[in-house]
């Protein structure tokens, strides 16, 4: 009787640990398989948004000759005087001289450093622009000189410049910091990669000037390509290029950065003039010196398959195209023949990223002289733009889009002045020296030229970099 009694006690046990680890996996399974309201705590935070760093720019400073000094071949001397125009649509600019690294008569004769604070309170730094223009005549020199004020980087490129017979180049390293700047010149040419020991750890101090004559780097480079990259504090890099035939001064040109290594490059307002004396006077020594050539560099590892395209602006003929191949590597020069004078935007495109410019020259009644024109990037909706005094000074406009772009450029004083660009082509307007506020103009290329009697010049806009943007913070 007691054993039946166990074993009924021992199968009611059985069941109810059964019917207990049903329940347990039922819940299990409800809470794997029902959805469940969410519930989180996401971690506070605020947004910030600082105010703006004071925007730096740097006029190069004035046009320098080497060998002035008989004792010191490779010392330069400053050449005169340049003339800037600057300033901002709010605050005023304060300026100083960098230290040159040329030996100079006056304390004016060096870069200038610009500078732009943002008002406390203010919603949006200043429109900020510089630029300058030198005419320089003596028996060495001779031509106009024009460049933007530009602002440091720690990565540039200079496609200007050469070291061949009579051509003397000069790379201008400006550090307007507070930090010394270690540079680093990486040097292309028609041949490829230069290797230049002294190219390397080139110490340009804060707030001074250094000049690296480039045929001590790479002697007779018909067509150099110069990538300037920094440590520590950043760099203003310029060249300057000066012509020289028998004892003819043929030009000199100051050369701003070029466009970062892209697919697609735009250069606007490429001027040509007086083009049927410059063929003329093409011979042995001088030819692919002064005609219209696009230089392009390559500095991947694939060739490029190059397509030139020249449009010209309102009131121009007709532009043509060019198709080359450019190994990767090497520098190559397309002459852009069969144009006539005028306004020409030049867009360059490839298969692999490039760097390109543009050189032309003009003949006068006296003097020639030569340009360079460089790429830059789009302007945004807003822009100031500085144009100093020069013969024939005119602001270009290009428009790679498919539709017209109305913009509106307003002088300091005086009535605005309305352009119609039309689409994918370039229109420009002739103003005098002063500054010019440039509205509607987002997605155009910008840049300005001057042109006179034996004289030419010209320089790009470019946007201002970026100075602050609104920070996520998350406080403890």
Known sequence: ???????????????????????????????????????????????????????????????????????????????????????????????????????????????????ATTPQGATRPPLFAGAQVQSVSSQDLAGLAAASCGEASADSWLVAGATTLGQTSLVLLSNPTSVD???????YTETGRVAAPGATGILVPAGAQKVVPLAGLAPSATAPVVHVS?????????????????????????????????????????????????????SAEAVSVEFPTVRVFVPGTQDAQITVGAVGETG???GNSYAQTVKAGNVAEIPLDHLKDGNFDVTVR????????????VIGTKTRDFAWFVSSPPITDSQLVAVPPGPGARVHFANAADKDVKVKIQPAS????????????????????GRYTITGGDGLVVSVSFIGDGQTSAFAVSPAGPLAAAIEVYPH
């Open 1 to 115: 009787m007691a054993d039946r009694r166990a074993l009924a006690q021992g199968g009611v046990r059985a069941i109810g640990g059964l019917v207990g680890i049903g329940i347990a996996a039922a819940v299990i399974a409800g809470a794997t398989l029902l959805p469940l309201s969410g519930f989180a705590i996401d971690a506070p935070s605020k947004t910030v948004h600082p105010v703006p760093a004071d925007q730096q720019r740097v006029c190069p400073g004035p046009v320098l000759a080497l060998a002035a000094d008989a004792g010191q071949a490779s010392q330069p001397s400053a050449i005169g005087r340049f003339s800037p125009v600057y300033g901002t649509d709010g605050p005023d600019t304060q300026t100083r001289n960098l230290k040159p690294d040329a030996s100079t008569e006056s304390a004016d004769q060096a870069p200038l450093a610009l500078t």
């Open 181 to 187: 700047a270690t540079v680093n010149l990486d040097i």
């Open 230 to 282: 920094t440590t520590g504090g950043a760099v203003v890099a310029t060249m300057q290029q000066s012509f020289e035939q028998g004892i003819d001064p043929r030009g000199v040109e100051l050369a701003g950065p070029t466009g970062a290594p892209s697919q697609v490059q735009t250069i606007s307002g490429v001027t040509i003039n007086s083009l049927a004396a410059v063929t003329a006077a093409q």
């Open 316 to 318: 121009t003929a007709a």
């Open 350 to 361: 490839s298969n692999v990223p490039v760097v390109a410019a543009v050189r032309t020259s």
């Open 414 to 433: 005086g009535a605005p002045i309305p352009l119609t660009v039309p689409a994918e082509g370039g229109t420009g307007a002739v103003v005098p020296s």
